[in-house]
């Protein structure tokens, strides 16, 4: 069984971090408490037939780490977690073994988002409307990538305190005519039984840009021109395809409304943090789009709303970032690691 760390607060370097994703990992060497990293090559996950391959052959060549941070998308339980976007299962027992490990955490992959709000600066970041962001009030990382991802980040008692979750699976919901035109159309991936229920992450991933620019199609009894989610965003943002423009249009409004959802749960006057891969391609695009006010219109609460910022995370590797920040200084974030901590 997994321990917990409840009697300690350090983590031994050299610490290897890693943010596991469907298509990419990224690993990094935390050494001491404030030095540089360094950044290993990516591993493409499709290369390798597990996790332990990609670190022997990227990082075991070039350094020995004592412990290790991952984050991983989807829930951490049990002593074997299967990835969700990707063949691999991680078995931290054995990581430890192969690799010459003393220790392993696993973190959920936007828990390792949220732990990077603190250290983001205004460089890291691109508002999307007013609102101004109230210091150690909560704070909620969302966003679409292969899936999507959401977590927060709570403040009490000195101390920064992430709240993993699925909020990517809450309901969305048609609200607009043209949202009833086009929900029995979207093809619904989870199995919802006889009343559709779509999930955020039916519609908000890059697979589900691809189902909501097919149900606009669709909808208007016309043919799909693109499978892949960067063709629609390509052929909405030159204009060259209305369907397209629509599809990324109404993308943006449902993430709107799953940010002012999640913002309204954890009462988010820190700001939401919309993270992923998608949302800093599209940045310029969303600035424009219905997500604002579809963000703030939670009546009665609207006014709360619009005093609430949000803003697109364009650092490149905020995941590291975070992972990094929690390695050199676990002291300073509440991370819970019951179950989710292996030692040697
Ligand atoms: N220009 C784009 N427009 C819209 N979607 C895109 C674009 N480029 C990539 N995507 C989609 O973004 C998703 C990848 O997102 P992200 O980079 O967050 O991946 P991840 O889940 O962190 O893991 P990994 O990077 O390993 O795939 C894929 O579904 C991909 O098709």
Sequence with gaps: MAETTTDRDFIRFPTLIGDIGGTNARFSLVSDGDGPTRR????QTADFATIDDAIAATVLPEARPRSAVLAVAGPV?????PLTNC?????????IERLGLDEVILLNDFEAQALSLPGLGPDDL??????ESVPNAAQVAVGPGTGLGAAALIHARGTWFPVPGEGGHIDLAPVSERDFQIW??????????????IAGETLLCGAGLVRLYKAVVAADGARSRFDDPAEVTAAAMDGSDGHAEEALSLFCVH?????????????????VF???GIAARIAPFLAQSGFRDAFIDKAPHQALM????TSVVIHPEPALAGLTAYARHPETFGVATEGRHWRR
């Design 306 to 309: 619009d005093k609430m910022p």
């Design 126 to 131: 691109v508002s999307i409307g007013g609102g």
């Design 40 to 43: 290993f090559a990516n591993a």
């Design 274 to 276: 919309l993270a992923g």
């Design 255 to 271: 993430l709107g409304r799953l940010a002012g959802n999640l913002a309204l749960a954890f009462m988010a006057r820190g700001g």
């Design 77 to 81: 339980q049990g002593d074997r977690v």
């Design 87 to 95: 063949s691999w299962v991680v078995e931290p027992r054995r990581m």
């Design 184 to 197: 029995p159309h979207i093809d619904e991936p989870f199995g919802s039984g006889p009343y559709r229920r």
